[in-house]
């Protein structure tokens, strides 16, 4: 029993890619490109075996790809200003978590200070160890601290 494949064409194949890339979903894309509907329920398993499928889908991500390594690190954080600016603007939020992830991306790292802040103790201060009895009586924590009595609770 030989399994009879119906070929599809590499134009259809890159309707399919078009389409599946751009967020339709897999079985609407499969109809798309051709398939029958019954066929398109199938999904992934008509994915998987179809060859031209696959590399319709690894050249849009090639494209992918080039296009991000094309954007420079201003250029990626003016899209993501002005995508929030337009956004803000129209009252709405299409986009924005996009905007958001571009703009955490590590190149740019938009949401980070410019300066890190942080304390950073050398040598910690001996003086005021010795003084201990005498800070804690102010706080009125002597009883506790300086008897230290664990069963007082």
Known sequence: MSRRDSFKTAQQHQEFARAYVAGTPLTRALVLAGYSAKQAKKGMVIVNRSKGLRQAIVEHGRLLTELGGK????????????????????????????????????????WQS??????????????????????LRTDGLEDAAIHDEPNRR
Do not use: F
């Open 71 to 110: 954007l420079t690190v201003q250029q990626q954080e003016n899209l993501v200003r002005g995508r929030l600016v337009l956004n803000t603007i129209r009252g709405i939020d299409k986009g924005t978590l996009s905007a958001k992830a571009l703009g955490s991306e590590r190149r740019v790292s938009m």
């Open 114 to 135: 410019d300066t890190q802040r942080g304390l950073v103790i050398l040598n910690s201060p001996t003086g005021e160890l010795g003084n201990k009895e005498h800070l």
